[in-house]
């Protein structure tokens, strides 16, 4: 909370250049609340000219009070996206300061992890009281994406404080995402420091990491995301752990195996693994991963609906099914009120066909990445599966992204991962 | 589901004893769905006299649907629960094999758990198959509750299917508790199956267990629940484990410490911890299972609202905050539709208190073990206390209930606690 006397100061020192940008008494209840964001409807009296950093403030009557320093988002239905309670400039030593904090959070959670967490979430936007960025590290390199004005012109200057705070030689800007449409930023990616001159060929940057025990390689500028699902890895050694437990030696499927994160985790935990993707590119790294780890998998290039019908029809069971398909609520979206029908028929056609393969006792790992599925539609639609397919099911864990993606408390948009595990009990 | 062949064949077979129980339409279409209880309000033709084990059926004009076999409940708004979609009785050989499979379901998931899981839920009522039937393990005695007419009937057997299937010596009925009251069974507690002669005071049986690395006793006639809170013992292990990385050598606070479980896992991490309860019994025995385990916990009673008010009031910060309440939402309920404000009311002073008490970067586990304050109402009320402490609090993980304790599927009754891990960005 600001006291009087800050306020006063700050309005003061607002004869210097800082903008000010006044919002409605709602909006301001909800800044002083923790709520991050501020709607373009709530902007009572934008700022003069440009901007990048203002204050916000509600007025009353004659008084001004400084509710706190936001990002200014110059189009698009959010309007600002608050900083700090206090007065901040977009500066260099503040995102060192907080690039610094997020990772020593990351390193404290991680501290003594075996292999060693080498690819994690570095910074996680609001979560991080960074508005806007996210970075995640592979290795020696970090994948920066920004999706807000401000930081966007900042990003040069972010590389460099990434190369400092976390040592890495890489960076790499993946600005090619849909977050990039909001504020209306064009979409766009590339290296912004190297480590040495280029030695693959334009438009690729591979790198090895390590993924729930597996190695793997991505390829940073290519490859979906920042280069991979780092948001899945403890899931990816959740699962597994698992299946080793309930099904030592079992078989598994995974439907939308993309580059083997899940499949290549169950392999290593001692299940016979079918793994498949619609996309043959995945199944050609998927299949290049588990050759570095190994391990023994069975990759085929497969529609998942497609083919969960045809196993199903050929009799075939399995100990374990891992559904993680890609955001299904992206398309045929109806409105911003939540997911589509379409969308979530689909995830129960998948579920309902994934838990008809399962064998008794079967483990069902369903996951869904939209963020317009809420946790309740998500379980609504497994209730609803698990009642057409009549066969009683335990809910063993209900997880979320990993603990290097933090939900905002107060901010329900900062969660979109689901990764429940569910039991059949017969 | 039922083929058209069974039921046939089971309609002839009702020319033996068992009796028969339609039910309505929709009723009839939630069984087939896998939802295990039929409301009274559901019945259209109760049995004609006495009953343990019917048959439900649906009637479509001339013609006989079969649904299942459910155990009757003579009294309380569920008049039955369903026991297996074939035709079954409550015998010897169906215990066995249900209590068998139930154990081997943890045995499985505790496989190589370090140190050996030593007391867990057996039997998990709906979700194991078993409706009304409750068992705990603890070393080598079961604590069995049963919250169904035909269960209470079958005590005795259900106590010698356990001595044979889990090789222990005692075994303990706990009846006392309210889950009792809906079929209006009387309360009563004693020891059905002893190990050889009573050793110590009637009315007491202690014993000794392990709970998340700490040795702990319980007196199973006389303490909560079967003695001990094992749904929480993965949430001691997970609490401690967390504040060992983020806040090694920290300090901790457990407001409703009970007999020590979390308090003694994060003493065992590493924490200087205080630790409060209202029950001077209760710090007896904390006090004592922490001389079991070696570890110094400074433990003091005190009733758990004033004890946050005072700590405040002297300027005391705590690295970690464990709020583990008794059920809230059971004092002054209103209606059937959820949790009272009255209730929430409590669960936000609690919150909010125990979130100005956290220190920069601190960590808060906060729990409700009451079966009407949804995930949902939880939530809502974690970021109501949140926004008015208007500190930035990341979600870590939202925890319920150990895996042995696991919900079913579309029996959102079968789940009640959560325990949820959030962390002060500050």
Wanted: proline share 5%; net charge neutral; charged share 25%.
């Amino acid at each position: 909370m600001i006291s009087t006397s800050e306020a006063g100061r700050s309005t003061a020192a607002r004869a210097g250049a800082v903008p000010v940008v006044v919002i409605s008494a709602r909006a301001a209840l909800r800044v002083r609340q923790g709520y991050p964001l501020v709607a373009r409807l709530e902007v009572t009296t934008p700022p003069a000219g440009a901007a990048e950093v203002v204050w916000l403030v509600e007025r009353k009557g004659a008084r001004e009070q400084l509710l706190g320093s936001a990002l200014w988002c110059p189009r698009g239905p959010i309007a600002a996206r608050v900083l700090a309670r206090e007065p901040v400039a977009l500066e260099r030593e503040l995102l060192r300061q907080r690039i610094a904090a997020a990772d020593a959070r990351r390193q404290a959670l991680f501290a003594g992890a075996l292999p060693a967490r080498n690819a994690y979430r570095v910074v996680h936007g609001e979560a991080d009281l960074l508005p806007g960025l996210f970075v995640d590290r592979y290795a020696d390199a970090a994948v920066l994406q920004t999706a807000t004005a401000a930081m966007d012109a900042h990003e040069a200057e972010i590389a460099e404080v990434l190369v400092e705070t976390l040592g890495v030689a890489t960076v790499v800007c993946r600005d090619d995402g849909s977050a990039r449409d909001l504020e209306e930023l064009p979409r766009k990616k590339g290296i912004l420091r190297a480590a040495g001159p280029p030695t693959a060929a334009a438009g690729s940057l591979m790198v090895r990491f390590d993924d729930a025990g597996s190695p793997m390689e991505a390829d940073l500028l290519a490859d979906r995301k920042t280069g991979s699902f780092l948001d899945q890895q403890e899931n990816h050694a959740c699962a597994a752990d698992y299946a080793r437990r309930l099904h030592p030696g079992g078989r598994a499927l995974d439907a939308f195996c993309y580059h083997g994160g899940f499949a290549l985790a169950l392999a290593r935990a001692g299940l016979s693994v079918l793994a498949c993707d619609e996309d043959p590119q995945a199944i050609g790294r998927a299949r290049h991963n588990a050759r570095l780890g190994a391990v023994q998998v069975d990759f085929a290039v497969h529609n998942a609906f497609d083919l969960l019908r045809s196993l199903e029809a050929a009799g075939r069971r399995f100990d374990v099914v891992v559904l993680d398909p890609p955001a299904l609520a992206k398309r045929g979206l109806k409105g911003p009120g939540g997911p589509s029908g379409a969308a979530m028929r689909a995830y129960k056609e998948l579920n309902l066909r994934a838990l008809r393969l399962l064998a008794p006792g079967g483990l069902l790992v369903s996951c869904s990445c939209s963020g317009r599925v809420s946790a309740t539609d998500f379980g609504a639609m497994l209730d609803d599966a698990a009642r057409d397919v009549g066969r009683p099911l335990q809910i063993l864990e209900r997880r979320g992204a990993g603990r290097d993606h933090p939900g905002l408390c107060c901010m329900p948009e900062s969660e979109y991962l689901k990764c429940w595990l569910l039991r059949a009990v017969d």
